[in-house]
């Protein structure tokens, strides 16, 4: 059984934590590989030499546009072994082969656009009066630590990694348990082509090594990609010293169909929305906000799609995979039995068993109708397929409905009226919004995050460039030459 090795200080090394955690592939129950609990002092190592080697003058001496060289060399590597790549993702997500590709594509092009940004990130300078040069630079932050969820494992590393590079930090990541396999292999181009210390990978159960990042007194940022609860944890960890955080943490985003949509494409949005990587998706499209008048169609039409997706292995290349381990499949079985007893099921609420997977983790795309706007099932995460249906008569309460959750991450808005279209994106409180399509093709190049509980910072875009960053002013004072 291979044993995911972490990178620290330029050694590759196993955790020194005794037990085995198993990666699984959630399409068959097959264990992939396993990995070992980093341990305080090995946590402490990477922190140590990551600080050697950021400030060190081999690292100072490379070039803004050598290290942005380096990442579009790290794309064009990513692009060669992409199939490969899509099949570690594909089988340790369980997600389908066609949008692990698309995760492996994404790849690729953030270290293409923070490459190509690496040398393109200016200070200022500020007029104050004569005599004085004042400068406004642009120093990078030092240690970034990168703690990644399960749900998208090489895009997300690659979003914030690439970013960090680009503006000259160095590097830790900290993969999910459940799924190493792409990181790993990411690890492996990093430690030919980087100076040891610079890029590291961590592995370990987040409850134990997450922690041991987190807190310690020698990190300078923390970018977390996860739930709300872990995200207060990181929160609370980086407090104690002063870190800077990025939060990206997850959302009940609101689809909001009206009754003038185009149709089709609205259909098509939001089914797409919900069953894309199994709904394991913080921006995924959770609740369907629909039109009155546009309600019996519109939902007799979904039903009719749930109940003709292909439901199967992510390498059968399906329209939807398994959930991600046996933890979410408990919980969210549990939830829809309960759902179903109280009769808000429209369609789907149970488990599946694909035949020659009976170890896979597959449940039914649900739809649930009838349930209250202030109920959990309405108002928390499911992390699953699972879309809730609330009906609005007006454009205030459709307003009023897509605001009404803690989070605030994705809203879409299906109407061909551009004043409604206009109106409601100006007031829904949420970091991204998405007129008549939802997720505008990935977006690598805009701001992505979230309103409320679902982050601080944005990542995605130029503008994740300054999350690692540190702004210096320096005012020179220069005297007037004598003259013969
Ligand atoms: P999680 O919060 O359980 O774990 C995320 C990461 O944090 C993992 O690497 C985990 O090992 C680590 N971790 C766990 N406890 C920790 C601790 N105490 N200290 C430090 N690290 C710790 O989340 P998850 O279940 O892996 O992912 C699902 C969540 O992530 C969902 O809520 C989803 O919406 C969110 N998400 C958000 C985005 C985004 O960009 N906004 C993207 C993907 C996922």
């Known amino acids: 059984m291979q044993i995911i090795p972490m990178l620290i200080n330029g050694k590759w090394v196993q955790g020194d934590g005794q037990a085995f955690i198993d990666v699984v592939n959630p399409s068959t129950g097959e264990v992939l590989a396993q990995l070992k609990n980093a341990s305080k ?122 970013a960090a590079i680009a503006t000259g930090n160095a590097v830790i990541v900290k993969s999910a348990e459940d799924t190493p396999l792409t990181t790993h292999a990411m690890t492996q181009w990093f430690a030919r082509k ?38 207060i944890e990181v929160m609370k960890a980086a407090a104690q010293n002063i870190v800077p955080v990025t939060l990206e943490l997850g959302g009940k985003s609101p689809n909001i169909v009206f009754a003038d949509a ?10 797409r929305a919900i069953i894309q990587n199994a709904g394991q998706t913080c921006s995924a499209g959770a609740r369907l906000l629909i039109e009155e008048d546009a309600k019996a169609l519109f939902i007799k039409r979904l039903v009719d799609r749930f109940q003709t997706l292909k439901i199967g292995p992510g390498e059968a290349d399906v329209d939807m995979g398994p959930l991600l381990n046996e933890r979410q499949y408990v919980k969210i079985s549990a939830l829809l039995q309960q759902a179903k007893e109280d009769g808000y099921v429209i369609t789907g609420g149970d488990t599946l068993t694909i035949k020659g997977y009976e170890k896979g983790y597959y449940i039914q795309p649900t739809i649930l109708d009838g349930v209250d706007a202030d109920a959990e099932l309405a108002q928390e995460e499911i992390f699953g397929p699972v879309l809730t249906i609330l009906t609005f008569s007006t454009v205030e309460e459709a307003i009023a409905l897509a605001n009404g959750t803690d989070y605030g991450l994705v809203a879409g808005v299906w109407s061909k009226d551009l004043d409604t279209a206009h109106y409601v994106a100006s007031r829904v409180k949420a970091g991204q919004v998405f007129v008549n399509n939802y997720g505008a093709a990935g977006g ?29 002013n320096i005012a020179i004072r220069y005297a007037t030459p004598e003259r013969t």
């Open 41 to 162: 002092a090995q946590v402490d190592e990477a922190v140590q030499a990551a600080r050697i080697a950021v400030e060190s003058e081999e690292w100072r001496q490379v070039k803004a546009f050598e290290r942005g060289q380096l990442l579009l060399e790290l794309a064009q590597y990513i692009r060669m072994h992409a199939e490969e790549w899509s099949l570690l993702e594909c089988r340790d997500v369980g997600k389908p082969l066609t949008q692990a590709r698309a995760d492996v594509e994404a790849a690729a092009r953030y270290f293409e656009f923070y490459g190509g940004a690496a040398d393109k990130l200016m200070g200022d300078t500020i007029p104050i009066e004569d005599g004085i040069l004042n400068a406004v630079v642009l120093e990078p932050v030092g240690i970034t630590v990168h703690i990644v969820p399960w749900n998208y494992p090489l895009q997300i590393t690659a979003r914030s990694v690439a």
């Open 262 to 271: 185009p149709m089709e494409q609205a259909l098509e949005g939001v089914v």
């Open 444 to 472: 690598i190049q805009m701001p992505f995050g979230g309103y409320k509980k679902s982050g601080i910072g944005r990542e995605k875009g130029f503008v994740a460039l300054r999350n690692y960053t540190q702004m210096k």
């Open 194 to 231: 980087f100076p040891k210390g610079i890029f590291q990978h961590i592995t370990g159960l987040g409850r134990e090594v997450g922690p041991l990042l987190t807190r310690h007194p020698d990190i300078n940022h923390i970018t977390f990609t996860g739930s709300v609860a872990t995200g």
